[in-house]
């Protein structure tokens, strides 16, 4: 399956700035998905918005969803050093189906 | 709820060697389970879908005889990687799913395997 993409590749902040990542994909979907990855770790869940939602909210996190123009994007307010980490999108196109995910966005933040 | 356990957190082995890599769901009953792949600095890539009882459905590109996978229970899936070859070093993460329940954010811890 194709992947969708990210960008940017790569961010780094200052702790207490703020991080937007975007996520785009190819498909109809039933949801859209961020994960996050520590260097070497697994995958944590982050936030789901289903395809009849545009935005979501979880404590710093904002998601939002174009379903028109099949793109996302995830907003980490007030950073802080413990949220440096890969962040991935993933795709479903239905409930309980195969992820697709975008390449990742390598987050730094620095302190 | 959704706890989902991995086995060996890695693992190096010789050429030529197999690995038998485990994936248990604790807490819940795991109907389907999905086996991921992540090379290095690269996205996480879908290898095989498996149901309980019945064989696994691979991907494009992936060797079946070469990943065997065994999910004769709801709560324990394996992944063997047979003959492994340095070029099979990769990072493999399972996520068990249950139809009913919600439970399917939840991955494994996931197997850094080495082939050396």
């Known amino acids: 399956s194709q992947q969708g993409e990210e960008d940017p590749q790569a961010l780094s902040i200052q702790e207490g700035e703020n991080a937007t990542m975007n996520c785009s994909y190819k498909?109809?979907?039933?949801?859209l998905q961020w994960y996050r990855q520590n260097s070497g770790r697994g995958l944590v869940h982050l936030i789901l918005?289903?395809?009849?939602?545009r935005e979501k909210h979880s404590g710093r996190l904002r998601v939002t969803l174009d379903t028109s123009k099949k793109s996302s994007s995830l907003l980490i307010t007030a950073s802080r050093a413990a949220d440096t980490a890969s962040y991935f999108c993933?795709?479903?196109?239905?409930?309980?189906?195969?992820?697709?995910f975008g390449e990742g966005t390598q987050l730094t933040v620095n302190p | 709820g959704a706890v989902v356990s991995q086995h060996p957190s890695w693992v190096i082995c010789k050429s030529g060697t197999s690995v038998k890599i485990e994936c248990r769901s604790l807490?819940?009953?795991?109907?389907?389970m999905f086996w991921y792949r992540q090379f290095p600095k690269q996205s996480l890539m879908l290898m095989a879908t498996?149901?309980?009882?019945?064989?696994?459905?691979?991907e494009q590109g992936v060797e079946k005889d070469k990943f065997l996978i065994n999910h004769a229970s709801l709560t324990l899936s394996t992944l063997t990687v047979t003959s492994a070859h340095p070029e099979d070093s990769s990072f493999y993460i399972c996520?068990?799913?249950?139809?009913?329940?919600?439970?399917?954010?939840?991955f494994g811890s996931g197997t850094r395997l080495t082939v050396v």
């Open positions: 993933a795709t479903e196109e239905t409930s309980g189906s195969r992820l697709t």
């Open positions: 498909t109809s979907i039933n949801n």
């Open positions: 918005i289903r395809s009849n939602e």
């Open positions: 807490d819940f009953q795991a109907t389907t």
């Open positions: 498996s149901n309980e009882g019945s064989k696994a459905t691979y």
């Open positions: 996520k068990p799913w249950m139809v009913r329940g919600g439970y399917g954010y939840t």
